[in-house]
């Protein structure tokens, strides 16, 4: 006896199956629901760790730092709140006027230093012998102890014997006392400052020479250009985020020094013709006690920084060079 099977029963067996599809596939959705969740929790917790970084050592410490640069505090016993007092006290203050023009001199040697490297790179980036020898040379004062040196440099710049005065008694000049000269002594420190970054500015700029597209020069030179008009129309513009990058950092370092001046000219040198912002801003605080002091005058030299920094991006944005 055959049976045969009506629509309705047809279509009772098809809802069944597709219902029992549907309860097969429940557990993977929910499993997966449950794999999301758990990958959002260890996200969280990954992002978290930079998070709370930030908060316990940068934003916290500057908010702390506003706060005492208000107060009276030597660092130990308790903040007594004097409002505006320490900014009105620096305005008149004229060894951190000193130390801030000392600060700006500084920064002189910085385009000295981006010239130098910049011609440095364009000879290195020449087929010549012993070529990474000398790419090595330039290179080693960048990754050797500040300490060391400004020792070095210290021993040279001696006035009786040091290597710097030796040298030009050959050429028959009489060099002066370097560091004991009120007059010399900011000269000394830039010349210092220029020699020992001049590798790291050169490695930068010959990376970005090699990456200009070779086809540019080529089509530039079968125009007729000279080499001074390929330099200066597609060399030189390609190379400007580096520029860029260099100006910005070297401002932020050479508004920080320190150790140079510690060790080359203690005490800020003759009549504090050395002695950095940063310098100062230490021996208020850690010499003579005066914290809060100490503390709003590092607020100033934070928020200059900042300005020079911004007006440096502005700049960089609108002088911007877009190879068509």
Not at 4 to 15: D, Q, R, S
Not at 69 to 80: H, I, P, V
Request: glycine content about 8%; aromatic content about 12%.
């Amino acid at each position: 006896m055959t049976s045969t099977a009506t629509p309705a029963t047809t279509g009772l067996a098809t809802a069944a199956r597709m219902k029992g599809a549907r309860r097969k596939k429940a557990p993977l959705g929910e499993g997966s629901s449950r794999l999301h969740r758990s990958e959002q929790k260890w996200a969280l917790a990954f992002v978290a760790l930079p998070v709370l970084g930030y908060l316990l050592f940068i934003l916290y410490p500057v908010l702390f730092a506003l706060y005492a640069s208000f107060t009276r505090w030597n660092g130990l016993g308790a903040m007594e709140f004097i409002g505006l007092q320490n900014y009105v006290t620096l305005l008149g203050d004229e060894r951190f006027h000193q130390s801030m023009w000392n600060t700006i001199f500084y920064l002189l040697g910085i385009p000295i230093g981006l010239a130098l490297a910049l011609a440095l790179a364009l000879a290195m980036n020449r087929r010549l012998v012993g070529l990474t020898v000398f790419r090595t040379i330039y290179y080693v004062p960048v990754i050797c102890s500040i300490a060391a040196i400004a020792i070095l440099w210290q021993w040279a710049y001696n006035g009786d014997f040091g290597l710097v005065n030796q040298f030009l008694a050959m050429i028959g000049i009489d060099g002066p006392n370097w560091l004991s000269d009120a007059t010399w002594s900011k000269p000394a420190i830039v010349v210092m400052m220029v020699w020992k970054g001049l590798g790291y500015s050169m490695l930068l700029y010959l990376a970005a020479i090699q990456a200009v597209p070779r086809s540019l020069l080529e089509a530039a030179e079968l125009d007729g250009a000279g080499a001074w008009q390929r330099f200066r129309a597609i060399t030189l513009p390609m190379v400007r985020p580096v520029t860029f990058f260099l100006v910005v950092t070297q401002i932020i370092a050479s508004a920080q020094i320190f150790a140079e001046i510690q060790i080359m000219t203690p005490g800020g040198g003759p009549e504090y013709s050395t002695a950095s912002a940063v310098f100062h801003i230490w021996r208020q605080a850690f010499q003579y006690q005066q914290m809060g002091y100490a503390t709003s005058m590092a607020i100033v030299l934070g928020i200059l920084i900042f300005i020079i920094t911004l007006i440096q991006f502005r700049l960089n944005k609108r002088n911007s060079f877009v190879l068509d």
